[in-house]
Structures are given as C-alpha cells and as structure tokens.
C-alpha cells in the first residue's frame, strides 16, 4: 500500500539553528513529493514539490529539500530557523496519475528563542 | 485572490446529531476536495469533485457522511449522524484540475468538530 511516513513527531530547535525534517514514502514507482507547512488555525501552505529533474528543490521561506531514490527519501532542510517557522509539517505524495494525496502523521517544530 | 473559504469555523455537537460544512472555493477551480484531519494524523482524503461530479469518494463512510457540489461550485459536507471518533478537522481544498498539468491543491482553513 502506497504511504508516507514522517519519523519525528515532535522536533525542538533553537532559533538560528539548522533544522532537517524526514520523511520517507512507500509507493509503486516514484510519486510526486510535497511539503506542507500548517501555523496553528490556518490551513496547509505549499513549501515545495518535486516531480522530477534536480534532486534539491528550492521553496518559498528558505527551505529546501532533497529527494533521494535510494532511500526513498524526500527530507526537508533549512539553514537557519526562525521562530515564526514553528509550525506542524507535512509530507505528502502523489502518483502521477492522480490528484489524490497521501500525507504523512506531521512533525511539530518547536522554536526556542 | 480570495482564497478557499470555509464555514463554520468550530461547532460542537453531542453525538448522534447532525452537521453540515460549508465550502466556497477559488473562483474558477474546477476541482474540489474535502479531507478529515484527526488529532495527530495528517489530512485524509474524504471526496474529490471534478466540477459537480464525484471522481473520488472510496474513503467517505457513506453511512453517515455525504457530500454535494450543487452547480460545481460550492459544496456542502454532512455527518448524519455523527460518532465521537468523528471529531477532526474538515479541511477543503481546492484546485484549477486542469487535465494533464500539476493541480496546486489550495487548502481553507477548516472546521474543527468536535464531538461530545
């Protein structure tokens, strides 16, 4: 069965400190890959996607993520923290043929000052 | 752009009562999605609409869970009647579903149920 699988539940970082999030995926062939960023009250905001081409993709506020085929693993990354990126992150995946979403649990980042 | 909006914004019911969500989503998109967000999980697809028609419900419990698109715009979740495992977050998303391009999903904010 198609899944992804986020294996930090709960991540605490201080502000200025680099921070990585995992997050693997189970699927026939390789799906699309998104991260998703939720802020308490407010729904999901894209971060990025892959589909395919360069392994690292560039989103918006700074993060970045690197698709592995090897390991099945599209983690993502960001140099620097600030407070206001602590917040629930999603990854999700999709087969090409399909719109349908597969999200994993989510990872809650905490950011100490 | 307005973006996807959703109403209410919380409700509380006692079980077995019912209730209904309400979605508006961007002008234009053709495509529609309503998922459950239970404590700690992530977001679980419910129903896709493609305009007015279902293209994806095999995960809604029909017995107590339907849904509408009336004119494909917008759209309409009910839970009749409904269980305290039912208390979640309903998010509604929505995209252009444009055939054979990547449809950027656009979530609303959600109504958060709870059930007691």
């Known amino acids: 069965a198609q899944s992804v699988t986020q294996p930090d539940i709960h991540i605490t970082v201080s502000e200025g400190a680099s921070l990585e999030l995992r997050c693997n995926y189970s699927y026939g062939a390789t799906p699309y890959l998104f991260w998703y960023v939720q802020s308490p009250g407010q729904g999901l905001q894209l971060l990025l996607k892959?589909?395919?081409?360069?392994?690292l993709v560039q989103g918006i506020k700074g993060f970045e993520a690197e698709f592995k085929r090897s390991q099945s693993s599209f983690n993502l990354r960001k140099p620097s923290v600030h407070w206001s990126d602590a917040a629930e992150y999603f990854c999700a995946a999709r087969s090409y043929n399909t719109d349908k979403l597969i999200f994993g649990t989510g990872t809650r980042l905490q950011v100490f000052p | 752009e307005a973006g996807v909006a959703q109403s209410p914004r919380y409700k509380i019911i006692e079980k077995r009562q019912s209730v209904a969500f309400w979605c508006n989503p961007i002008?234009?998109?053709?495509?529609l999605y309503w998922y459950q967000q239970i404590l700690g999980q992530g977001p679980k697809l419910l129903i896709q609409?493609?305009?007015?028609?279902?293209?994806?419900d095999s995960q809604l419990p029909k017995d107590r869970f339907s849904a509408e698109r009336l004119k494909g715009v917008d759209s309409t979740l009910k839970i009749q009647p409904a269980k305290l495992e039912d208390s979640a977050v309903y998010l509604c998303?929505?995209?252009?579903?444009?055939?054979?391009?990547?449809?950027?999903?656009?979530f609303g904010p959600g109504t958060r149920l709870t059930v007691l």
């Open positions: 609409f493609q305009n007015n028609g279902v293209v994806d």
């Open positions: 998303a929505s995209s252009l579903g444009t055939d054979g391009s990547y449809n950027e999903q656009f």
């Open positions: 892959y589909f395919s081409g360069d392994t």
């Open positions: 002008s234009g998109h053709a495509t």
